[in-house]
């Protein structure tokens, strides 16, 4: 045949692919593992676009040339197949969620196969499966079994803490615990109700039932949490979102800080991803005291403040606008204001409230605080820049050395103290004169000896509302009784989702759970109607993939010993503060209690980049159905429009598809420059909006999955932002053909041979070998494919068609495009597939020169070239050039008064 049949190809070795199941990893524990995982995607309506393969290609490559190395190799795909869109369009519909996932995912496996990756699709996930959440729903029942151990430092089975309590009370535990936990000895466990020991058991337990603040979207019917809410609107439909106080599940996620904060400085991260999770735990060391409330027994306002030494610049107070003594302490005169206040703060969300630097609003409460060193009376106010969740949701207020205290201050004309000077404390009694540090100590020791306070770290992060009012998502295997929470038997699990009506919340507001008939335990206990988050299953689902048919445990421990976590995952950035940082929470916590052998789930990480849409612009004459050319538009008033960028060609508009794409165009005239239609240009955001979004499945059709796989690699550095042209995959394509005819004659005949290798030929093979190993070890997969196109032009101009090297040019080629180079493997004579081939060993002999051109110089003037061997000794270089003519010219028989030679540099003769 004389071109290169790509349709067909592809489907033959998808084919042979699936029958022979090349691509499944074995549990066999004497190779050396690799474990290759994209993060999973969700699986819409739309599908996919030609920016989502982008990371699953540079995975697939790495992938395969780690099974050409010789590793046991696991690359899985699976779906995270819970989640709010598909419930919102069950909503919209009646279809029950199940059945456009299905749909969904069947569309996602499509269009994944069509591109040719070499995934295990045996081990395939779904989050949605019951197979699956049956061990989401027990690892939950894990956490509520848990608590955390300061003392160790890890989580232990709450059967300890039990054993603690019955010997000794809570007053010498070191754990993590509600702060309103009050202590009790022995005796008094022991008599307590079963009921009073399960309530105090919830204020230690990992997951845990309490009243939080959180991010209620009514129109949802549901909690969003903070990654989901933007600038007071949920990210999804754009719905107001309010704060509000509800009884909610959380993960006790605060108590790992400190250690999720120390594993990132042993994880292969992109340095972006590792500060947004620095910042987003928070650590602060600093002080944590009390201030009493005037005229108020036994109430206090407790801060926490970094800064402990400023304490007597300290002229007000401020509450988050959600504090609990707010409703407590704010006099009948303020009650009004303060109200109203409130109102409107809970419903702006948590970033508005820290990133609105300049903007300063508050209201005096009519209480007073006093002052625990001076004793003086200060003001308390309410004002939305201070947050309930972070610190104790209260400041002391310095605003001599604070620009939010200090633009307060001002605001209010309140006062201004000043404590700081020359970085030494000034007008603060004993502490005067002493710099920062010592200061910081001193002030620290004496609120302790006081007991009006304590030296403290504190964490931003706050813990994981777990719990969300929506119907698609993980059952939570608890039941209630007496409205104290108990978990279902083992044996119970999974508990599926009940059959519902609708999909909505109840019309008295209980979450769409409540609306199944008689979701109840056997003994008429009423079971949890709300269902856990998005990030649940992707929390753990990494080991899943390890073992994923397993029914009696979440992972094999054996297995789970020998793939260890992932050693390459690539994904987006913008999981860096949810999916990332829970599934490192959920990995410690079951390495903590012996269910796996690590405590970080992914070694490496790397996030691609994203691929921009190339959107094509036409421009309508005002009033009129015309469409003027790109260069003619000045000479009119025009509207600029998005247009399909798939009926636009090297930015020239195919006027007959323009008609068809929509009815209004149907009877378009058109202004033309030299007889076309030039669209105009611009790089954005790929999306539908935009009508420029390409669909691979056409890039496939047209081109072929090796050229859109070649490409997408082609167009830039893996992580970054590149723009999506179709225009330029024409080249991609006719590499990919070039490299067809190195195997064949002028008729099309497939024709190789045996023999001596061309020295040339060999070293652009083991140049193109040694610096694709290098770019795929190093993800640089851009600079791979310039490389396989010098060599495949350089074997051209040497009409290059010998057998051993066309061998490991394919071999090297095929992590990239494996179709062509599994046909020509074939077409070489070899059985099986390319991926068990090997990979070609580099030579560093092969690359040597064996030869050098010297200039040769006369009185520092170039004169002539001579080609010599590398090693050849200086006085065989003197005597040939003595001895050439071109030189003997320039000497003209005049006595030579030096000769300079450096080896392997130049040759100069001074006369």
Not at 275 to 296: H, T
Not at 854 to 878: C, L, Q, W
Request: with cysteine.
């Amino acid at each position: 045949m004389a071109e290169y049949q790509f349709r067909a190809t592809e489907k033959k070795w998808q084919a042979f692919w699936e029958k022979n199941q090349t691509f499944n990893a074995k549990d066999d524990f004497q190779k050396p593992k690799y474990y290759a995982l994209d993060m999973f995607p969700y699986p819409s309506g739309a599908g996919l676009h030609v920016g989502h393969p982008l990371g699953y290609i540079a995975s697939d490559i790495v992938a395969r040339f780690k099974k050409q190395q010789g590793f046991n190799v696991l690359h899985p795909m699976g779906f995270d197949s819970f989640g709010l869109p598909a419930e919102q369009y069950a909503i919209q519909t009646g279809q029950h969620p199940a059945i456009t996932t299905e749909q969904n995912i069947k569309r996602y496996i499509e269009q994944l196969k069509n591109i040719g990756f070499a995934y295990d699709w045996k081990r395939e996930v779904r989050t949605s499966e019951p197979s699956f959440y049956k061990w989401t729903q027990w690892i939950f029942m894990q956490l509520f079994n848990s608590w955390y151990d300061f003392t160790d430092n890890k989580a232990r089975p709450i059967s300890v803490l039990i054993e603690h309590f019955e010997k000794a009370g809570n007053q010498l535990i070191k754990a993590a615990c509600d702060e309103d936990t009050e202590s009790f000895k022995a005796n008094d466990w022991l008599h307590f109700s079963d009921e009073e020991k399960q309530k105090i058991l919830l204020k230690y337990r990992i997951a845990y039932l309490s009243e939080a603040i959180v991010n209620w979207c009514p129109a949802l019917g549901t909690v969003l949490s903070n990654d989901e809410v933007k600038d007071g609107y949920s990210e999804r439909g754009g719905h107001p979102v309010e704060r509000k106080k509800m009884m909610q599940w959380s993960m006790r996620i605060s108590a790992f800080a400190e250690r999720l904060l120390e594993g990132l400085n042993r994880l292969d991260w992109p340095e972006p991803v590792k500060e947004m999770q620095r910042n987003w735990i928070g650590k602060s060391v600093g002080a944590e005291l009390s201030f009493e409330v005037a005229d108020y027994q036994n109430q206090e306002i407790k801060v926490f403040t970094t800064r402990v030494d400023t304490i007597y610049g300290v002229t007000f107070m401020v509450l988050a606008p959600e504090h609990e003594l707010v409703a407590q302490i704010t006099t009948a005169e303020q009650k009004e204001a303060v109200e109203e206040y409130v109102k409107v703060a809970k419903n702006r969300s948590e970033r508005e409230r820290m990133t609105e630097v300049k903007r300063v609003s508050g209201v005096f409460t009519g209480a007073y605080a006093i002052h625990p060193f001076t004793g003086e009376k200060i003001q308390v106010w309410i004002g939305d820049y201070v947050l309930a969740g972070y610190g104790t949701g209260a400041v002391m207020a310095v605003p001599s050395d604070d620009e939010r205290d200090l633009a307060f201050a001002q605001h209010f004309n309140l006062p201004v103290r000043e404590v700081v000077e020359n970085d030494k404390i000034v007008n603060s009694d004993f502490l005067t004169g002493l710099p920062i540090k010592e200061a910081i100590a001193k002030a620290v020791s004496y609120i302790e000896e006081k007991g009006i306070g304590k030296g403290k770290v504190n964490y931003r992060m706050r813990d994981a509302i777990f719990s969300r009012q929506r119907y698609w998502g993980e059952p939570v295997p608890v039941y209630f009784k007496n409205d104290i929470p108990y978990l279902l038997e083992e044996d119970q699990l999974p508990l599926e989702l009940p059959e519902v009506d609708k999909y909505l919340p109840t019309e008295d507001g209980e979450p769409p759970l409540a609306r199944a008939k008689n979701w109840k335990t056997e003994e008429g206990y009423e079971l949890e109607k709300s269902t856990m988050p998005g990030w649940a299953g992707s929390s753990w689902y990494m080991f899943r993939y390890m073992d994923p048919h397993n029914s009696g445990a979440f992972v094999d421990q054996n297995k789970q010993e020998y793939w260890k976590n992932v050693d390459l995952y690539i994904g987006g950035s913008e999981h860096a503060t949810g999916h990332l940082l829970y599934s490192r929470f959920w990995t410690k916590f079951l390495f903590d209690l012996g269910y796996i052998t690590v405590d970080e789930p992914f070694q490496k990480m790397i996030n691609q980049g994203m691929i921009q849409g190339r959107s094509n612009f036409v421009y309508r004459v005002e009033g009129k159905n015309t469409y003027v050319s790109k260069n003619l538009k000045d000479d009119y008033t025009t509207q600029m429009l998005h247009v399909d960028v798939n009926i636009v060609f090297n930015d020239e508009l195919d006027i007959e598809k323009f008609r068809r794409w929509r009815p209004e165009n149907a009877d378009a005239e058109f202004i033309l420059e030299d007889g076309k239609y030039i669209c105009g240009t611009e790089i954005e955001k790929m999306s539908k909006s935009k009508h420029n979004v390409v669909n691979p499945d056409d890039v496939i059709e047209q081109y072929g999955a090796d050229t859109l796989r070649l490409y997408e690699m082609f167009l830039g550095p893996l992580e970054q932002f590149k723009p999506w042209n179709t225009n330029g995959i024409d080249g991609t394509s006719k590499f990919l053909k070039k490299l067809w005819r190195l195997f064949h004659n002028e008729k099309g005949e497939f024709e190789v041979a045996e023999g001596e290798v061309d020295k040339k030929a060999l070293k652009a093979l083991h140049l193109a070998i040694q610096k694709v190993e290098y770019d795929i070890e190093h993800f640089s997969f851009n600079t791979s494919v310039s490389t396989f196109m010098i060599c495949v032009n350089t074997l051209t101009d040497l009409k290059c068609n010998n057998k051993a090297i066309l061998s490991d040019l394919v071999r090297i080629i095929a992590p990239y495009a494996p179709h062509i180079c599994e046909e020509l493997w074939e077409l070489l004579g070899n059985k099986g597939s390319i991926s068990e081939a090997g990979w070609p060993a580099f030579n560093p002999e092969f690359i040597k020169e064996n030869d050098f051109t010297y200039p040769v110089s006369v009185n520092g003037k170039h004169r002539d070239n001579m080609t010599f061997a590398v090693n050849s000794p200086k006085e065989e270089i003197e005597k040939a050039v003595l001895a050439n003519p071109v030189i003997q010219k320039w000497i003209e028989g005049k006595p030579i008064k030096k000769m300079i030679i450096v080896p392997n540099k130049i040759v100069n003769i001074v006369v």
